[in-house]
């Protein structure tokens, strides 16, 4: 168990609808990063947020948007759903914001759009 | 674009057996790392590897980043290693991982 929890674990949802996803990172840890997993894109990072601001943005569309919230927990929100969304949606944590400190992985949000 | 490679896509190694998986990359980087990710879907950092060589355990990670690419060394390798293995380089503020080297370990 990393100390990294994500909800929900599993999300099915229709196209054009909008999702939020949960992440709370490890204690003490006050940055976040969101990636995302699909079969044809691979992994790629979304953005990353420190002590609530963003820190680093990465292939993230303009449909999503996250933030970091004071108590430290983040969420991403997707909208106007599309079916290459589908995929599963990391969140990771570290102690400080350099992009390559030691992150501690959630166990993933598995979205499927249909 | 920037480009990161790794070799080989997959390999299927008997039980106590060493590999060597191979992580190219395009550009000068900043920071390279070494992901693993288990058959259940769990990422763990494994190192944290700009340059030179690190040794954790059975495994060890040398990078040569004048070359631009950096080795992941698994000994005795164990079922338990089996997944993917992921390099992921930072350049600028930027972070891409490589499409990855599935590993399986057969008893």
């Known amino acids: ?114 | 674009g920037i480009q990161v490679e790794q070799s080989p896509p997959d390999l299927i190694l008997q039980e106590g057996a060493n590999s060597t998986l191979r992580c190219n990359f395009s550009d000068s980087v900043n920071n390279l790392q070494w992901f693993h990710q288990n058959p259940w879907g769990q990422l763990i950092n494994l190192f944290y590897i700009p340059s030179g060589t690190k040794q954790n355990g059975r495994l060890s990670a040398t990078t040569v980043a004048t070359e631009r690419y950096s080795l992941l060394y698994i000994s005795s390798s164990q079922t338990t290693d089996s997944g993917v293995y992921f390099c992921a380089v930072v350049i600028g503020n930027q972070f891409y991982f490589g499409t990855g080297t599935s590993l399986t370990v057969i008893p």
């Not at chain 1, 168990?1 to 229709?14: E, R, Y």
């Open chain 1, 1 to 114: 168990d990393s100390g990294v929890t994500q909800t929900p674990k599993h999300l099915i949802t229709a196209t054009g609808q909008r999702v939020t996803l949960r992440c709370s990172p490890r204690s003490g840890d006050l940055s976040v990063y969101w990636y995302q997993q699909s079969l044809d894109q691979g992994l790629q990072f979304l953005i990353q947020y420190y002590n609530g601001e963003e820190r680093a943005k990465g292939n993230i569309l303009e449909r999503f948007s996250a933030q970091q919230f004071p108590d430290l927990h983040s969420e991403l929100n997707l909208s106007s759903l599309e079916l290459g969304d589908s995929a599963l949606y990391f969140c990771a944590s570290s102690v400080i914001p350099g992009l390559m400190e030691t992150q501690y992985f959630g166990p993933g949000t598995r979205l499927l759009v249909l």
